[in-house]
């Protein structure tokens, strides 16, 4: 049986949180027999999520961001014809996300959905991260909300403020909602984030017990999860081979499951990015599969 052609729809550079540039992972992918990748950089968030640009393309970067991305598609047709490279984005949702998204992620061929933060994500309007007169915008995310990223190894105020079950269950909720967003994401990114710290004391245990005040306290969290994490908050591979399997699963909590309500995807023609965007009733599902990519590299055409 031939093996399985190696496709990565989900890859990030300096440009956001990676390390590498778009050249190295060329290279990488070209080395490792690779035949699709996609670009994901993390896209560019409101001032009120991440004053700081730690964890996304900033806005005034952008032009520059799809130059790169250009040079770099060059290079994979001279060194390795047989790779498509893609360009894209990892857009985190949240609420109120679908303008700023759009606006964004004009140009991307491929837009991969994904949840980070939970909860108000503050004045998403006030403007971009890193821009001029959104020094002051205050930030939701403070000590004692019930909002904020919940993959911060360095700071766990949600997950000690909701506990755990609480953040396990706003995540599957706000997944599920991107699901059916009307950016109508061309894949969702790992539906498992909430289990980064399953191997710690931040996992649910769904017995009879949780009624007793058995959960973890705020000090066993912080430790427990520190102690098991790099000091630096890691969203994305940058390498072109396949992740290995999440941990071990722990018991989920139950919802309401979006796969029941799946359509078939719109084809795709070959040649062409234009494909028709389907009614917001989407729940893609994991893991992400890369679209059939467009042979001239195309962008997607602008919303109207």
Same mark, same amino acid.
């Given at each position: 049986?031939?093996?399985?052609?190696?496709?990565?729809?989900h890859? !990030? *550079?300096?440009?956001?949180?990676?390390?590498?540039?778009?050249?190295?992972?060329?290279?990488?992918?070209?080395?490792?027999?690779?035949?699709?990748?996609?670009? *994901? +950089?993390?896209?560019?968030?409101?001032?009120?999520m991440?004053?700081?640009?730690?964890?996304?393309?900033?806005?005034?970067?952008?032009?520059?961001?799809?130059?790169?991305?250009? +040079?770099?598609?060059k290079?994979?047709?001279?060194?390795a014809?047989?790779?498509?490279?893609i360009?894209?984005?990892?857009?985190?949702w949240?609420? @109120?996300?679908?303008?700023?998204?759009?606006?964004?992620?004009?140009?991307?061929?491929? =837009?991969? @959905?994904?949840?980070?933060?939970?909860?108000?994500?503050?004045?998403?309007?006030?403007?971009?991260?890193?821009?001029?007169?959104?020094?002051d915008?205050?930030?939701?995310d403070?000590?004692?909300?019930?909002?904020?990223?919940?993959?911060?190894?360095?700071?766990? !105020?949600?997950?000690?403020?909701? @506990?755990?079950?609480?953040?396990?269950?706003?995540?599957?909720?706000?997944?599920?909602?991107?699901?059916?967003?009307?950016? %109508?994401?061309?894949?969702?990114?790992?539906?498992?984030?909430?289990?980064?710290?399953?191997?710690?004391?931040? !996992?649910? *245990?769904l017995?009879?017990?949780?009624?007793?005040?058995?959960?973890?306290?705020?000090?066993?969290?912080?430790?427990?999860?520190? =102690?098991s994490?790099?000091? !630096?908050?890691?969203?994305?591979?940058?390498?072109?081979?396949? =992740?290995?399997?999440?941990?071990?699963?722990?018991?989920? $909590?139950?919802? $309401?499951?979006?796969?029941?309500?799946? =359509?078939?995807?719109?084809? *795709?023609?070959?040649?062409?990015?234009?494909?028709?965007?389907?009614?917001?009733?989407?729940?893609?599902? @994991?893991?992400?599969?890369?679209?059939?990519?467009?042979? %001239?590299?195309?962008?997607r055409?602008s919303? %109207?």
């Amino acid at each position: 049986m031939p093996a399985c052609p190696l496709v990565d729809c989900h890859t !990030h *550079t300096s440009f956001s949180d990676g390390h590498a540039s778009f050249e190295d992972n060329v290279r990488a992918a070209a080395a490792a027999g690779c035949r699709v990748m996609v670009s *994901t +950089d993390h896209l560019t968030l409101p001032a009120s999520m991440d004053a700081n640009c730690e964890v996304q393309v900033v806005e005034g970067d952008l032009p520059a961001h799809r130059l790169a991305f250009e +040079d770099a598609r060059k290079l994979a047709a001279q060194i390795a014809p047989e790779l498509t490279f893609i360009y894209g984005f990892e857009c985190d949702w949240y609420e @109120g996300c679908e303008p700023l998204v759009e606006h964004w992620s004009q140009g991307a061929v491929v =837009r991969l @959905g994904s949840v980070h933060w939970i909860g108000n994500p503050g004045d998403i309007a006030a403007g971009a991260a890193g821009t001029a007169g959104t020094e002051d915008v205050a930030r939701p995310d403070t000590p004692d909300s019930l909002c904020g990223w919940i993959d911060d190894d360095t700071n766990l !105020h949600v997950w000690e403020n909701l @506990g755990v079950r609480g953040v396990w269950e706003c995540y599957v909720d706000d997944w599920c909602r991107a699901c059916e967003s009307s950016l %109508n994401f061309d894949a969702m990114a790992h539906p498992d984030l909430v289990m980064r710290f399953s191997r710690t004391a931040l !996992h649910p *245990t769904l017995t009879p017990r949780r009624f007793g005040s058995r959960w973890p306290n705020a000090p066993t969290i912080r430790v427990a999860a520190l =102690r098991s994490r790099p000091p !630096h908050r890691a969203r994305g591979s940058t390498i072109t081979t396949p =992740r290995p399997g999440c941990c071990a699963a722990s018991p989920m $909590p139950r919802c $309401p499951s979006p796969l029941a309500r799946t =359509r078939t995807a719109p084809a *795709t023609s070959a040649g062409t990015s234009a494909r028709p965007r389907p009614t917001p009733t989407t729940a893609a599902t @994991g893991p992400s599969i890369s679209p059939t990519p467009p042979a %001239n590299g195309n962008p997607r055409p602008s919303p %109207n």
